[in-house]
């Protein structure tokens, strides 16, 4: 189903990604790392869903169906590695800025910190040139908001 999506974004010197296509990719990030744990929550898979309305000013039903064509194609894409990289070539830096807080929010959002949903989150970090310090001060942002 996703093939030629998946081709064309590991080329060897990807386009920039349409719109569609980056908040697909983002959007299969964010479940990528939601199941690290093996343990793919409700609270995660509803979190996914909201980080995917608020950030694209999507409705409810929208926001449903981005996240379930994501799933789809996180369980097509290829290893963490070469998906998170070829996405770092084809998506803005801003963009792979705020889809990090995104991806705290779902690896929080569950009450529990995984030490498998954490190591994720930092090789996709690193992967998306996105600093230790920059992913750290995300979650700390994330984690004040989420207990105030």
């Not at 999506?5 to 920039?16: H, S, V």
């Not at 996180?74 to 990289?85: G, H, L, N, Q, S």
Request: glycine content about 4%; hydrophobic content about 50%; some cysteine.
């Amino acid at each position: 189903m996703f093939a030629d999506f998946l081709r064309r974004l590991t080329a060897p010197a990807p386009a920039p990604l349409s719109d569609p296509d980056a908040r697909l990719a983002l959007g299969a990030l964010l479940v990528r790392v939601a199941r690290a744990d093996g343990h793919y929550a409700p609270p995660e898979v509803a979190r996914i869903e909201r980080c995917l309305a608020a950030r694209f000013g999507l409705d409810a039903e929208a926001a449903r169906a981005l996240r379930i064509e994501a799933e789809i194609l996180e369980a097509e894409a290829p290893d963490t590695v070469r998906f998170t990289r070829a996405i770092k070539d084809a998506v803005p830096y801003e963009e792979r800025e705020s889809v990090i807080e995104a991806m705290w929010y779902v690896v929080l959002s569950d009450g529990v910190r995984d030490a498998e949903e954490d190591a994720m989150l930092r090789l996709v970090a690193n992967l998306l040139g996105i600093s230790d310090r920059d992913s750290a001060l995300a979650r700390q942002r994330v984690e004040a908001r989420m207990h105030a």
